[in-house]
Nanobody, 136 residues
Framework: QVRVEESGGGSVQAGGSLRLSCEAPGDMFFPRVYCMAWFRKLVGQEREGVAAIDDDGTTSYIDSVRGRFVISKDGADNPLYLEMSALKSEDTGTYYC????????????????????????????WGKGTMVTVSS
């Protein structure tokens, strides 16, 4: 089963920073068209999309992290990152990486999808998650 793998979680004081990484198999994106996203599941809440990026550099964030988190990926062969700064206790949760081959960032939403009329089948590839704990 194809998976992506997250790393970089840990414990940090409020106001601190962490960088999450997500590795994908080298041949996952062929041709090199994709969308990847970070999701998180906060305590007592449903999983939510945090940030997304596609291969042409389009990004999208939820309002609660915009200006504090930065999603990046330098080409199909390099890891996906989530640079998190000014962390708050309410950012505590499990963070997941997700990839959609042939996907694009959805307008106005930190999620991935296929363009209308795409000839490709929608497929999500998930990691197992990495825990982030922010103490106040």
């Amino acid at each position: 089963q194809v998976r992506v793998e997250e790393s970089g979680g840990g414990s940090v004081q409020a106001g601190g920073s962490l960088r999450l990484s997500c590795e994908a198999p080298g041949d996952m994106f062929f041709p090199r068209v994709y969308c990847m996203a970070w999701f998180r599941k906060l305590v007592g809440q449903e999983r939510e999309g945090v940030a997304a990026i596609d291969d042409d550099g389009t990004t999208s964030y939820i309002d609660s992290v915009r200006g504090r988190f930065v999603i990046s990926k330098d080409g199909a062969d390099n890891p996906l990152y989530l640079e998190m700064s000014a962390l708050k206790s309410e950012d505590t949760g499990t963070y997941y990486c997700m990839a959609v081959p042939f996907g694009r960032v959805q307008a106005g939403s930190p999620r991935c999808g296929l363009v209308p009329g795409s000839r490709y089948q929608y497929r999500e590839i998930w990691g197992k998650g990495t825990m982030v704990t922010v103490s106040s």
